[in-house]
């Protein structure tokens, strides 16, 4: 749709008509096809977006995107830094440590493929943990053979 000048959805709403005198949509993709063979062509989708724009907002104009930078450079600058000087730094603290929202944080993290890591407690190993492991792998092995081949 970013392909029609606001001239050509103008003339499309025309072609629509009003009132007990509307066209249906694919009359009007057959009509803007004869009138104007040498623009791409329409399909009733982009139609119904012309059509819903303009009773939304009033003009079909192409509305500005509200997408903004996330954070200026220095910002994302100094994030990436600690997330340098220590990778094992949660979300939650570098967005504190920044003065930004977390979600935010995440975003640019995001944005610049990075993954926060998070930390999590797990069991230390003991001494005798390599002896028992061949016998878990066992129990395990014999789970196994009788779940899936009963």
Known sequence: M????????IEILMMIGYGDRARTQ????????????DVPPLNQG?????EAQYREMGH???VPSKRQAIVDDDTKLNLLLALE?????PARQLARDSNLNHKTVLKVLK??????????????????DP???PV???IITRVRKVCYNA
């Open 60 to 62: 079909v104009r192409e």
């Open 46 to 50: 982009t139609i119904s977006k012309i």
């Open 111 to 128: 944005y610049e493929k990075k993954r926060p890591y998070k930390m999590q407690a797990v069991q230390e190993l003991l001494e005798d």
């Open 26 to 37: 694919c009359k009007v993709v057959r009509l803007f096809r004869e009138t104007h063979p």
């Open 85 to 89: 000087e220590n990778p094992i730094t």
């Open 136 to 138: 878990l792998l066992l």
């Open 2 to 9: 970013s392909y029609l000048i606001e001239s050509l959805k």
């Open 131 to 133: 002896d028992r492991r």
